[in-house]
């Protein structure tokens, strides 16, 4: 897909003017007068003084891109050491090649550390999320906020263009106050924001990381020449959004969901959720019909939970409308498939005991030494009765038996007697008797 037609469009002024305040910082940090930059972004005198102006990303990505070039730092003061033109996409470059998202951040991570170590990017891993965060390490002063979000929409950026996929946050965090234009952060996150944190980081589903990395370095040419628009602009497609909708209504059980629930979930309008999902050739009607038929499912293939309970948590009204569906996904009804698995298990343990000798059965399917070279005695293939009806009382009375096999022919306690030249020795407990051991 290309880069432009990847981003949202920017139709509307929705950068805050706080950011542009951040521009004009860095030149007061080297010295220098912002007003060139101002002209290329077509940035007034008036929004430059206002508190909660905006800007559209094609202003915002002018401005910021003139004053990198013109101060020669892509840090844009925010570091101890000026980062040079070019820095970020050096960064890029080492990254592109990687063979998933994973490795991808890795390398970000890393590399990132040779550039500056006055913020430390970190990656980490849960159980079913993967967390990017940001380290301090030294203070950013009035540019604390405008250096974390832009560090953070860099790499996340990158990664929604690396993979052509949209991220989909589930949270982000700030360890700063709720700024006055908090109403821009879920366009450039997400909706579940958490200010006054112990740091900055975006939390994501770790799914994601596994995705392969589908650009060349043409690409990363042609992406590097408008790259501040990944910083301002979210990343439209996501090819994770199958699954997304899914998780949504497995977890529903039971619970009606309809498209504006489910749209809310995944923080998108409704039209927007069809839309994507027609791009991905499915619909929302199709993903429910398969959810519902892998709950009804998993749950006959259990074989503990009544037809009744199991329409519910399908999500259907009644019993009657849950065996019309399912014959209409199997041609059978829910009772009929459910004898047809719990028969298909009596066969596949009945067709295993079959299998296995006597000894071997005894000893749990064990392997053990043919019992032929063993005592000189072949034995029968038990029959189902006797495989069916196995049990632990069973297995131990078996191998007693099978012991008993084993044991020379004749049962007579030999006496042990010490060896020449020997006594037994004494013990006084046994009152002068011959001691225990010989």
């Known amino acids: 897909m ?46 430059v003084r206002s508190q909660d102006g905006r800007v559209t990303a094609a202003q915002f990505e ?32 080492a990254s592109i090649t990687a063979p998933n998202l994973e490795v991808a951040l890795k390398r970000w991570c ?84 958490s200010f006054d944190a112990d740091g900055a980081r975006i939390v994501f589903d770790k799914h994601y990381l596994s995705l392969p990395l589908t650009r060349s370095p043409a690409d990363l040419d042609s992406m590097l020449k408008g790259a ?50 027609r791009e991905e050739a499915t619909s929302l009607r199709d993903l429910k019909e398969e959810t519902k038929f892998e709950l009804a499912k998993q749950e006959l293939m259990r074989g503990r939970t009544p037809i009744k309970r199991i329409a519910e948590i399908a999500g259907f009204r009644n019993e009657k409308s849950f065996s019309r569906a399912f014959r209409g996904w199997t041609g059978a009804s829910p009772a009929s498939f459910a004898e047809g698995i719990a028969d298909g298990r009596r066969s596949a343990l009945l067709s295993a005991c079959h299998k296995l000798t006597a000894p071997e059965i005894a000893l749990g399917g064990r392997n053990v030494p043919d019992p ?7 034995f029968a293939r038990p029959n189902e009765a006797w495989c069916a009806t196995a049990s632990a009382s069973a297995g131990r009375r078996a191998r007693r038996w099978w012991s008993s096999r084993r044991r020379p022919a004749s049962t007579s306690r030999r006496c042990h007697r010490p060896p020449a030249g020997r006594l037994p020795s004494s013990d006084s407990r046994n009152h002068g008797r011959p001691g225990r051991h010989w």
């Open 2 to 47: 290309p880069f432009q037609a990847a981003t949202a469009t920017p139709r509307r002024a929705m950068t805050p003017a706080a950011f542009v305040h951040g521009v004009v910082a860095a030149y007061a940090v080297y010295g220098r007068d912002p007003a060139e930059a101002l002209g290329k972004g077509q940035v007034t005198e008036d929004l």
């Open 62 to 93: 002018a401005l910021a891109g003139h004053a990198m070039h013109e101060l020669d730092d892509e840090a844009l003061g925010w570091f101890s050491r000026r980062l040079p033109w070019g820095t970020y996409g050096m960064l890029c470059r």
């Open 110 to 193: 890393r590399h990132h550390r040779l550039l500056t170590e006055d913020v430390l990017f970190e990656l980490s891993l849960g159980d079913e999320t993967a967390t990017i965060s940001l380290r301090e390490q030294r203070d950013l002063g009035p540019l604390r906020e405008f250096c974390l979000v832009t560090l953070l929409r860099y790499v996340l950026g990158f990664s929604c263009w690396a993979v052509d996929s949209a991220i989909a946050l589930r949270a982000a965090e700030f360890p700063y106050s709720e700024p006055g234009h908090v109403s821009v952060y879920p366009t450039i996150f997400c909706r579940h924001l």
């Open 228 to 277: 501040l628009r990944l910083t301002v602009l979210p990343y439209r497609r996501d090819r994770l959004l199958v699954e997304r909708v899914r998780r949504v209504l497995r977890n529903a059980r039971g619970r009606s969901l309809g498209a504006e629930d489910v749209a809310s979930e995944l923080a998108l309008s409704t039209r927007t959720m069809h839309r994507r999902l």
């Open 372 to 378: 032929v070279s063993m005592s000189g005695v072949s």
